[in-house]
């Protein structure tokens, strides 16, 4: 990485127009630099650069503490050592220098964000010329290594993406969504899939998943022993879930109001029609979770209380935080894809799948490009990294309607100050007691604001929310079975206290949360009753089995 004094020489030479100011006002952004603290972060610089230096000749190797410089090929060689640790160097000066700088906060965060992505991108670990792993590789293996390197680039350019693991070790419908059960109904945006019941009874009412639209429904159930809707089955519930159509251009003009209406209220009332059931129990997961409870509101409005129980898993109601994803959202990019995309188009799967790497491109970039190409491994099978290149088109104005109120002008929280199609909503009027989960490490959805939702349902009862925090981020928290008795969760009874307070006073519990989850919904799921012989009913007779074709439809 090149000198970051070369970063500071232009930062301080754009500042030079407020000379006698105590700041270097950057670009007449209301951004500067603290000079003093500037000029302690270089004198510390150079004598730890200095230090590196006399190590480097004195052959002397330095002290690496990062797991991308771990393998013994960068400490068996001084000069190697010597660039591992100066590129950490720089990439802590870098840092440094953002914590420096006095910006609004959202500002902030964007020049930190920028300057992360060039730091994780210069790692030399990154480069064939730099790296002494893949070059140690190369002649064990008598260039084979470069030969595979290469092919996999060339592939990897055809399709578009990074290869994260092996596609081919996978199909959908054969090795992940194999849940037994049947398409029931289907119209322009989604397919209802109702899944076969495991269990000689089940319980009197079922269970609507309503997941997210900008990856594919499997994520819940990817395969048998990591699957919630297999899980659920097994418990005793008659699952239904709607699996979004993949967005092509017979939809690109269509709006979030019908996402609300022609999708999940729509899929309500055919649970209901299917079950003769006048509740039943609901599920929203990330954005599905936030057109679930808009739908529930919107219903609520008019005086319809359909659900017994509201689930809630790593979902925004409360925009206030919305964590790293901020740097992606502000009025002029939103106007941008207004301009582009708002009144027709669609917003590529390409472009989330981009962005969301960005989020953490060490894990899901460079890494994959160190291994993939530099030592030609082969990447290895993972049903989860599978579905998560498995990515969406979204029609522009529905996608345009939610970033700007949902994101950058939080209208869902406020009472009254969204409608849809003509219904003003008012999350405060859903009548069911709710389970909000939210993972400790999740970035894209951060825990605190998953919390928030709790005091926007049940105001006036806040006793009926139930909060329960688990370990690890936004996928891997949820993907979380019992029978692996991985990481933990927190619980707390309290009610009507803010985040900070709640987690305080919370109780770590080993394994899955899942076995609380499924405690909670068996309290509102009704008696148990004779399972269905038969999948639909006599108007909604099975269209194709499970898992259908909407979630075979690739964006490529």
């Not at 440094?96 to 060039?118: C, E, N």
């Not at 890494?367 to 498995?390: C, H, I, M, R």
């Amino acid at each position: 990485m090149a000198d970051p004094n070369v970063l500071l020489s232009w930062m301080n030479a754009a500042g030079q127009r407020s000379a006698g100011s105590s700041g270097a006002s950057l670009d007449g952004a209301g951004v500067s630099l603290n000079r003093a603290v500037v000029e302690k972060l270089q004198r510390e610089y150079a004598e730890q650069l200095s230090v590196l230096w006399q190590d480097l000749l004195g052959s002397r190797i330095p002290a690496i503490a990062d797991k991308r410089f771990n393998a013994s090929a960068w400490q068996a060689n001084p000069l190697y050592a010597f660039n591992a640790a100066a590129y950490l160097l720089n990439a802590r000066f870098l840092n440094a220098l953002v914590d420096a700088v006095d910006a609004p906060p959202k500002m902030k965060r964007k020049i930190g964000f920028a300057i992360q992505q060039m730091v994780d991108a210069m790692s030399p670990a990154n480069f064939l010329a730099t790296n002494p792993v893949a070059q140690q590789k190369i002649v064990e293996t008598h260039g084979e290594s470069l030969t595979k390197g290469i092919a996999h680039l060339i592939a990897d350019m055809q399709k578009g993406r990074v290869s994260q693991t092996d596609e081919s070790a996978f199909e959908v419908g054969k090795d992940v969504a194999i849940t037994e059960g049947a398409v029931v109904f289907e119209n322009a945006l989604f397919q209802l899939i109702q899944y076969k019941p495991l269990t000689k009874t089940t319980y009197q009412r079922p269970l609507l998943f309503v997941p997210p639209c900008i990856n594919k429904y499997y994520i819940l159930d990817l395969q048998p022993q990591n699957s919630v809707v297999r899980y659920a089955v097994e418990q005793g519930h008659t699952v239904f879930l709607i699996s979004w159509r993949n967005a092509d251009e017979s939809m690109a003009h269509a709006t979030w109001d019908q996402y609300i209406d022609e999708a999940v209220i729509q899929a309500i009332d055919l649970v209901q029609e299917i079950s003769k059931q006048d509740k039943i129990n609901a599920l929203g997961f990330c954005v599905g979770g936030t057109l679930l409870s808009t739908a529930l509101a919107k219903m609520a409005g008019a005086g319809v209380h359909p659900v017994a129980s509201l689930t809630l898993l790593t979902s925004f109601l409360d925009f206030t935080d919305t964590g790293i994803l901020d740097v992606y959202i502000d009025d002029m990019q939103i106007r941008l894809r207004e301009q582009a995309i708002g009144r027709g188009g669609l917003m590529p799967a390409r472009e989330f799948a981009s962005a969301f790497s960005s989020l953490r491109p060490n894990d899901l970039l460079w890494n994959y490009v160190e291994s993939n190409y530099l030592k030609g491994e082969d990447p290895t099978p993972f049903d989860l990294l599978y579905w998560n290149a498995d990515s969406t088109n979204l029609p522009g104005p529905m996608f345009c309607y939610y970033l700007r109120n949902m994101y950058l002008d939080n209208a869902l929280k406020e009472p009254g100050k969204l409608a849809v199609a003509g219904q003003e909503i008012d999350l405060g009027k859903i009548e069911a007691p709710t389970f909000i989960y939210a993972s400790r490490e999740d970035h894209i959805v951060p825990w605190t604001s998953a919390y928030a939702s709790t005091s926007l349902l049940n105001p006036k009862k806040p006793e009926r929310n139930r909060f329960v925090l688990g370990a690890s981020g936004h996928i891997a928290g949820v993907i979380n079975p019992p029978s692996k008795n991985k990481r933990s969760y927190w619980l707390n009874q309290q009610s009507g206290v803010d985040a900070e307070t709640w987690l305080a006073g919370a109780v770590e519990h080993p394994g899955s949360w899942w076995s609380e989850w499924t405690a909670f919904l068996s309290e509102h799921a009704g008696k148990q009753v004779a399972a269905p012989r038969k999948l639909g009913s006599a108007t909604r007779k099975m269209i194709e089995p499970a898992p259908g074709s909407y979630v075979k439809v690739r964006a490529e």
